[in-house]
């Protein structure tokens, strides 16, 4: 992969998008009665619906230009995977791998970073020890300035 990578713009144009289909996150309808109740969810998630939702998604995607990367089905992953945002912050320079507040996503950000690495991503570093982030927690408000909101799965 040339070095085309970098999220530090929330409003900036998009080129390439990282996603994990239904399929692979949420796997088969066993896996969605064990994990949805766990896992927070309102309700159990409708495999066949979200597959085709998410087909539309890539065609709006695919409709504006902008290369789609896939996350495979992972075993160390949960149907909250779908999330593709949470486990890393992309930078300009590489990725940073965060370290989940949320205990059963704990093997996303390492899934994550084995893509990455296969993508040719630079792995700048990772959150350690007792730090916790999730990319749903942070936003960019320029290019050199990230805001964290500080919570129970951020601190």
């Not at 709006?60 to 945002?85: F, K, M, N, V, W």
């Amino acid at each position: 992969m040339d070095k085309n990578y970098g999220a530090q713009s929330m409003v900036g144009r998009m080129t390439r998008v990282v996603v994990k289909r239904p399929a692979e996150a949420f796997v088969c309808a066993e896996k969605i009665e064990r994990e949805w109740r766990q896992l927070g969810f309102t309700a159990a998630p409708d495999l066949k619906r979200a597959s085709q939702e998410f087909s539309r998604l890539e065609e709006i995607l695919r409709q504006e230009g902008i290369e789609i990367l896939y996350l495979p089905a992972d075993e160390r992953t949960t149907l909250d995977s779908i999330y593709t945002h949470d486990p890393v912050l992309i930078t300009g320079a590489g990725a940073i791998i965060l370290q989940m507040g949320k205990r059963d996503r704990a093997g996303e950000p390492a899934a994550f970073e084995d893509a990455l690495k296969s993508w040719g991503v630079p792995i700048l570093g990772r959150l350690s020890g007792k730090a916790t982030a999730e990319g749903g927690d942070l936003l960019w408000l320029d290019e050199k300035t990230l805001i964290a909101g500080r919570g129970f799965r951020t601190n």
